[in-house]
């Protein structure tokens, strides 16, 4: 799985099969409920980390593109690049999800995740989602309230048996020059301030609530009720930490990097010194926010 992970991290699926459409994806997911197969859904591989022992099931990669713009509503299939979208948006003269410039990952994966970036987030920008129910065997769909959207979550990332396949995005229209010149301001502080010539998987740990304690030591970051989980590691020393090829990185400090070769229990082994610090220094319980297979 490590080719299909932006980590580059993870050992062989026991079966692997590409959707290229929604009808892929439900025939896939009931063949591998028929045959009493574990399932896994793979959008861009981009906020994940796979085990080195890799995945005894089926992983159904989806990879259904199909998209369309119609007055100031985009339709995208879950499989669609957020690149793509965002690049879209541009092309259109719509604003709302600048922000995701440079971001990785699939339309269905961010919207999974609720992701979101410079105060921006998926919400804002969705007007509903069309989803199967494993469960049910059921296609349904749901407007932005019923998704029960929350810092990097949503209904799909709590329940398993939902899985998006389309979604429809309701934006403004804004000026081309104003929306490229976002993009390009974002597109820029990544590469400023992230490890982009590393594999990783992102951020790693959601940003927890600020706590009285972190508000009075720092009040620099005291901003938006969250304190960076970045600034606090780097805070409780760990910034450059390396075990075995992977490596808390020094540029930005939620990035943990694969120096090339890295295993998952490196990265574990990091992740689970970050906790432990952060918890001896801070009293604060970090949250992944990638997704451990």
């Not at 879950?78 to 999800?97: F, H, I, K, N, T």
């Not at 030591?217 to 969250?226: C, L, S, T, V």
Request: charged share 25%.
């Amino acid at each position: 799985m490590a080719q299909y992970s932006t980590f580059k991290i993870g050992g062989n699926a026991r079966f692997f099969f590409v959707a290229d459409n929604k009808e892929d994806i439900l025939k896939a997911v009931k063949a591998a409920k028929q045959c009493r197969l574990p399932f896994f859904i793979l959008g861009g591989g981009s906020n994940i980390l796979f085990p080195d022992r890799g995945f005894d099931g089926i992983v159904i990669k989806i990879q259904s593109v199909k998209a369309k713009t119609q007055n100031n509503i985009i339709y995208v299939d879950a499989g669609v690049p957020l690149s793509q979208l965002v690049a879209m948006a541009e092309r259109a003269g719509l604003s709302g999800l600048e922000w995701a410039a440079g971001i990785y990952g699939t339309v269905g994966g961010a919207v999974r995740g609720n992701a979101g970036a410079f105060g921006g987030q998926i919400l804002d920008a969705l007007k509903s989602v069309e989803y199967f129910d494993t469960a049910k065997e059921e296609i349904r769909q749901c407007n932005v309230q019923e998704c029960h959207f929350d810092y990097r979550s949503s209904i799909f990332k709590k329940n398993k048996d939902l899985i998006i396949l389309s979604c429809e995005f309701q934006l403004e229209s804004a000026s081309k020059e104003d929306i490229k010149k976002k993009i390009k301001e974002y597109k820029n502080y990544r590469a400023k301030h992230h490890p982009l010539d590393y594999p990783s998987a992102g951020s790693v740990f959601k940003n927890p609530e600020l706590t009285e304690e972190i508000k009075i030591g720092y009040p620099e970051i005291a901003k938006n009720g969250f304190a960076p989980a970045g600034f606090l590691i780097e805070k409780a020393g760990l910034k450059g930490r390396v075990i075995g090829k992977a490596q808390i990185s020094a540029k930005h400090c939620n990035f943990i990097i694969n120096l090339g070769g890295a295993t998952a229990k490196d990265v574990l082994e990091l992740i689970a010194l970050i906790k432990k610090e952060i918890k001896n220094k801070f009293q604060i319980d970090l949250k992944e926010e990638i997704f451990i297979v």
